[in-house]
């Protein structure tokens, strides 16, 4: 018999301990001039690890879609039984790739905000700029 509470206390105590790990970084203060305190490589690794992740689940969730297509004759094939899985994972992993793309059109709207041709004022508004002229 399963104990739904078991759960509860191991992810608990699983992200308690990321939590750990992230606040007290102990090579921080052994490595200050390398990047990320020594562990730019495990960055890497997981950003590789995710990405291999997001792209196996959309080609599984593609070729299955890709096999219960209906074929030339008008026969529907049978039905493929994808697992539960694979649908929610891909679900969440468009959520993410859409709050990435908002995040960076406010980061790229924010930075595009203090760039010069889009915030120099007009001629007619020019009164006070007359130091920034170039000289004649």
Same mark, same amino acid.
């Given at each position: *018999? ?6 509860? &206390? ?5 992200? #308690?301990?990321?939590?750990? #790990? ?7 203060? !052994? ?11 495990? &960055?890497?690794?997981?950003? #590789?690890?995710?990405?291999? *992740? ?6 599984? &969730?593609? &070729? ?13 094939? !049978? ?5 539960? +899985?694979?649908?929610? +994972? ?35 508004? *020019? ?10």
């Amino acid at each position: *018999m399963e104990e739904p509470w078991l759960y509860v &206390v191991a992810s608990g105590l699983a992200v #308690a301990l990321q939590l750990a #790990a992230g606040a007290f970084p102990a090579r921080a203060r !052994t490595r200050p001039e390398e990047g990320r305190s020594g562990a730019g490589p495990g &960055v890497v690794l997981l950003f #590789a690890l995710g990405i291999a *992740m997001a792209l196996s689940t959309l080609l599984v &969730v593609g &070729v299955a879609a890709w096999l219960a297509r209906p074929r030339s004759g008008g026969t529907v094939p !049978t039905v493929l039984q994808l697992p539960i +899985f694979w649908a929610e +994972f891909a679900q969440g992993l468009l959520a993410i790739v859409l709050l990435a793309a908002v995040g960076l059109v406010v980061l790229l709207a924010r930075h595009l905000a203090g760039y010069p041709g889009l915030t120099t004022p007009d001629v007619d508004e *020019m009164e006070g700029y007359e130091r920034f002229a170039l000289p004649e």
